[in-house]
């Protein structure tokens, strides 16, 4: 019996101890999704605004050179 209730213990504690390790695995996989999708929105901001600076600059450009003196 004692025998018994060791062993009921022990795969309780092991069955906890896995349930909480795979748990932390998930997390951490979570966080490092999200990171990964902040750093390219980040770049996706980043290149719209490039983007949207050469469009101003062409812009100038070109009313600048239209322009006689």
Request: with cysteine; hydrophobic share 35%.
């Amino acid at each position: 019996m004692r025998k018994s209730i060791s062993l009921l213990i022990l795969f309780m504690s092991m069955a906890f101890t896995m349930s909480m390790t795979s748990c932390r695995e998930t997390k951490e996989d979570k966080m490092e999704d999200a990171i990964e999708e902040v750093k390219d929105g980040v770049e996706e901001a980043g290149d719209e605004i490039e983007d949207a600076a050469d469009k101003v600059g062409d812009k100038i450009e070109e009313v600048t050179d239209d322009d006689p003196q």
